[in-house]
């Protein structure tokens, strides 16, 4: 398959302000809460790294989606990564945005396709896999991106699947994978359809 046929445009939806340079901020991610056996102190909290990358920039790979994070664009789902950030100081507030995340790994991704990998399977990186099998909770996140995940999530939800937890997790990053490429080409391809027949192939092999 081309490098055109599997990477589309990047139209962003949203400019960064030309009056703010790029900052280098950090969010502190939260696991989702097992109130049966954790105590709220012993909630995991990751800390990922945000910035703007632009192409005049240095290039930085997303390792879900295999592109410059720059390049990235998703079916449903916002190309920025917003964020209110609070000047102590002044008591002012500043939007910054962001299209790049890293983890303390060093494992770089697009914050958007990494928050729904980290709500749809666990907070360990895609990469090496450090980090918290939990789910990422979705409400430490900014507002502006919530409702879109969770939209996303449902999409992603497989009830039928009854296999083994290896199986299912499997499945689960391959659907996740289809749904935020979207498909190669729009006019002729279904995204739902391409995700049924995976199904399809995959119990047949199992």
């Known amino acids: 398959m081309s490098t055109e046929c599997k990477r ?10 030309k009056t703010s340079s790029p900052q280098l901020w950090e969010q502190m991610w939260e696991a989702r809460p097992d109130i049966e056996s954790s105590p709220p102190s012993a909630i995991y909290k990751c800390p990922v790294q945000l910035w703007w990358n632009d192409p005049s920039g240095e290039e930085v790979l997303c390792h879900i989606m295999q592109d410059n994070t720059y390049d990235v664009t998703f079916d449903d789902l916002p190309t920025i990564w917003p964020s209110q950030q609070v000047d102590d100081n002044t008591d002012s507030s500043e939007t910054l945005v962001a299209n790049t995340a890293k983890l303390s790994c060093g494992h770089t991704f697009h ?9 749809n399977m666990d907070m360990r990186c895609p990469v090496c896999r450090e980090g918290n099998k939990a789910a990422l ?6 507002i502006e991106i919530r409702s879109s995940i969770m939209s996303k999530k449902e999409k992603l939800q497989a009830p039928e699947l009854r ?14 994978h289809i749904h935020l490429r ?3 080409n729009p006019e002729t391809v279904n995204a739902n359809s391409s ?6 192939v995959l119990h047949s092999r199992i």
């Not at 909770?137 to 900014?142: D, M, R, S």
């Open 8 to 17: 589309q445009k990047h139209v962003h939806n949203q400019s960064p302000s």
């Open 111 to 119: 914050p958007t396709a990494l928050a729904l990998h980290f709500v």
């Open 182 to 184: 979207g498909p190669s």
């Open 195 to 200: 995700v049924t027949s995976l199904r399809s």
């Open 137 to 142: 909770n979705v409400e430490c996140l900014p």
């Open 163 to 176: 296999s083994s937890d290896d199986i299912r997790q499997v499945m689960t990053a391959l659907e996740l």
